[in-house]
C-alpha cells in the first residue's frame, strides 16, 4: 500500500505560469515532507522541505504547503521556467530505527515546461 | 566533496548472471540508503544501514537480492540469479545523524538485465 502518492504522472505548464505539483499521504507518524527534483540521468536532489508544525514553507519561487487535515501537501512554483523541467518527487520522513529517519517516497510527476 | 559515488554507471548483463552495484557514501554520513526506481513503482526503498548495520531489509524483492557495508565508506548490493524484471535504475543514498531531514542521493546505476 503506497503512504505517499502522486496521482498525476504529468504535467505540462506554459513558461511563466504557475505549476502545481500535488501529492497525498496517508501515515499520521510523518512529521516532515520533503520535494525532491530529478533530471534524467542524475540523482534526485532535494528541493525543499516543511516541517509538519507549519503549512507553509517559501523559497525563492518554490512554496511548499501542507494540509495535515486532508494529509496533503503541494508544491507551487511561479513563475515557471523551462529548467525547471524534471521529475518532482514528494517525499515524508519519519523517525525510524536505530534513529534513523526513513524517507517514503510518492512515484514522481513528470514536469514540462513550454517555452 | 566529491558526494555520493556509485558504480558503475550502467549495466547491462544476461540473465541468471551475478549483478553487483557499488556505492561510496559521503564522508560522516552514518545512514546509507539503497532505493530503486521504476516507472511503475517510483522510488521504493529496499533496505538501509546505520552505522554500517543493516537496520531494515524488508523491501529486497527477493532472496536473490543482498547488501553489505563492510565499512562506512562503500557499500555493494548484489543481485544473484539476476532476471530481467530486475532492470531499473538502482540509487544509493546517505545521511548524517541530526543534519537536514533529506538525503543526498548518487547519480544511480542503470541496470539492464537482457
Known amino acids: 500500500d503506497q503512504q505517499v502518492k502522486q496521482n498525476s504522472p504529468s504535467l505540462s505548464v506554459q513558461e511563466g505560469r504557475i505549476s502545481i505539483l500535488n501529492c497525498d499521504y496517508t501515515?499520521?507518524?510523518?512529521?516532515?515532507f520533503l520535494w525532491y527534483k530529478k533530471y534524467p540521468a542524475e540523482g534526485p536532489t532535494f528541493l525543499i522541505s516543511?516541517?509538519?508544525?507549519?503549512d507553509k514553507n517559501e523559497d525563492g519561487r518554490f512554496t511548499v504547503f501542507l494540509n495535515k487535515s486532508a494529509k496533503h501537501l503541494s508544491l507551487h512554483i511561479v513563475p515557471s521556467q523551462p529548467g525547471d523541467s524534471a521529475v518532482y518527487f514528494c517525499?515524508?520522513?519519519?523517525?525510524?530505527?536505530?534513529?534513523?529517519?526513513?524517507?517514503?517516497f510518492g512515484s514522481g510527476t513528470q514536469l514540462t515546461v513550454l517555452p | 566533496d566529491a558526494g555520493v559515488i556509485q558504480s558503475p554507471r550502467h549495466e547491462v548483463t544476461e540473465m541468471g548472471q551475478e549483478v553487483t552495484l557499488r556505492c561510496k557514501p559521503i564522508?560522516?554520513?552514518?545512514?546509507l540508503f539503497w532505493y530503486r526506481q521504476t516507472m511503475m513503482r517510483g522510488l521504493e526503498l529496499l533496505i538501509y544501514?546505520?552505522?554500517?548495520?543493516?537496520?531494515?531489509d524488508s523491501g529486497m524483492p527477493e532472496d536473490r537480492f543482498s547488501a553489505k557495508m563492510p565499512n562506512a565508506s562503500f557499500s555493494t548490493l548484489k543481485i544473484q540469479p539476476s532476471e530481467p524484471r530486475d532492470s531499473a535504475v538502482y540509487f544509493c543514498?546517505?545521511?548524517?545523524f541530526g543534519v537536514g531531514y533529506g538525503y543526498t542521493f548518487g547519480s544511480g546505476t542503470r541496470l539492464t538485465v537482457v
Open positions: 544501514f546505520n552505522n554500517n548495520v543493516p537496520i531494515d
Open positions: 517525499a515524508a520522513s519519519s523517525i525510524s530505527s536505530g534513529s534513523a529517519r526513513q524517507l517514503t
Open positions: 516543511i516541517s509538519s508544525i507549519k
Open positions: 564522508s560522516g554520513h552514518n545512514s
Open positions: 501515515n499520521s507518524m510523518f512529521d516532515y
Open positions: 543514498a546517505s545521511w548524517r
